[in-house]
């Protein structure tokens, strides 16, 4: 039987209960603020004048973000911070429900105040394992290349991810601004993550227009894009999205900050109409503590704000179980299991695949 989840408290906890995986969420911007600040002292990193930590997690613009988003970065340096902030990050992805977690890491991001590739993926991983030790919450790790870096430097990355390779890691993405970055500069780093055999992802169609979705899977061979939004600009290749089921990974609080889509409330925002379009959807959040947010926040704010009823959110939960990049046994066991409990706390309809 479903469970009456008509107040939002109730809501709220029947939520945090459905098993869900985050596939969208980047390590640098789940940083927690005081211990951000405590980093930021610890390697004598400047700040902005700030009266609480959390004051510096206030920005109106993705280049807003990306200055704040740097300043953390400087401030994570060695091994033992790089085990803290994730299995921070993985904690509260627990609290929140998820069973499964994909993180992005971004290495380059800390090149410039030393850091080697080898110390941010060494104390990712520890953080990661002491995850699933101590809350059984398992966790894979994808590499993001900063586009704005440019196409050699999307090879020499991949190459470093090759070097270091671990079973932790299981694909590349990528990430930082879109417009004057197309995806054909980053082809070569593309086609030589896939015969590597990692799996590959993009941030696309945030602020750019809709044909960087089409770039990101028919010129880099995405398996899944990030945001999308703006792919709403296109019903044609929505329409073939949908057909081919194409995961999009939404993250509902950002774009009140970083898209044109700013009212979660409003029926045309691009998360309603990628919904009623019937696309493959994920919830994530992105940059959670940089906005305030977690992943059982973006669930209720799909309720309460985008007005998608539960059954729905229940079939965007399986649907980030089917999109995960897990072995196919692994995802048939944890599916029939998540499907049995989604059911009997939400039901499932709409848009699960």
């Known amino acids: ?41 610890k390697h004598d990193v400047a700040l902005p004048a700030h009266e609480r930590p959390e004051d510096l997690y206030e920005y109106d613009t993705l280049a807003d973000f990306l200055e704040v988003y740097g300043l953390v970065a400087r401030s994570v340096r060695d091994r033992d911070d790089f085990e803290r902030i994730t299995f921070e990050c993985l904690a509260r992805c627990r609290t929140s429900g998820a069973r499964y977690v994909e993180l992005f890491v971004s290495p380059a991001a800390h090149f410039d105040v030393g850091v080697e590739f080898s110390t941010v993926i060494a104390g990712v991983v ?31 990355f991949v190459e470093l991810v090759q070097q270091h390779r671990c079973d932790e890691i299981i ?18 780093a593309f086609e030589l993550a896939g ?11 945030e602020v750019g227009p809709a044909s960087n979705v089409r770039d990101g899977l028919a010129v880099l061979g995405c398996e899944r894009i990030d945001h999308g939004y703006n792919v709403v600009d296109d019903p044609a290749l929505l329409a073939e999205c949908v057909d081919r089921a194409v995961p999009f990974t939404v993250c509902p ?19 309603r109409q990628m919904a009623d379009a019937g696309a493959m959807l994920t919830v994530n959040s992105d940059d959670p503590t940089m906005f305030g947010s977690d992943l059982l926040d973006e669930y209720v704010k799909l309720h309460e704000m985008a007005g998608f009823d539960l059954p729905t959110l229940g079939g965007f939960a399986l649907n980030s179980l089917d999109a995960a990049w897990l072995d196919e046994s692994t995802k048939r066991s ?15 309809e709409g848009n699960a695949q």
């Open 334 to 348: 944890w599916r029939s299991a998540w499907q049995a409990e989604i059911d009997a706390l939400v039901g499932v």
């Open 253 to 271: 609080t950002t774009t009140t900050f970083t898209s044109e889509f700013r009212d979660l409330t409003a029926p045309d925002h691009a998360i």
């Open 195 to 205: 015969r590597l055999g990692l799996h590959r992802t993009s941030h696309a169609a």
């Open 171 to 188: 694909g590349i993405g990528l990430d930082y601004h879109e417009i004057g970055y197309p995806a054909h500069d980053y082809v070569e």
């Open 1 to 41: 039987m479903t469970i009456d989840a008509s107040a939002p408290s109730d809501v709220r906890d029947v939520l945090a209960r459905v098993p869900k995986a985050e596939l969208h969420l980047h390590l640098e911007g789940a940083v927690d603020a005081a211990t951000f600040t405590e980093l930021a002292r």
């Open 126 to 156: 520890d953080g990661v394992n002491a995850a699933a030790d101590e809350l059984g919450l398992p966790a894979a790790i994808l590499p993001a290349i900063n586009r704005e870096l440019g196409p050699r430097h999307a090879v020499e």
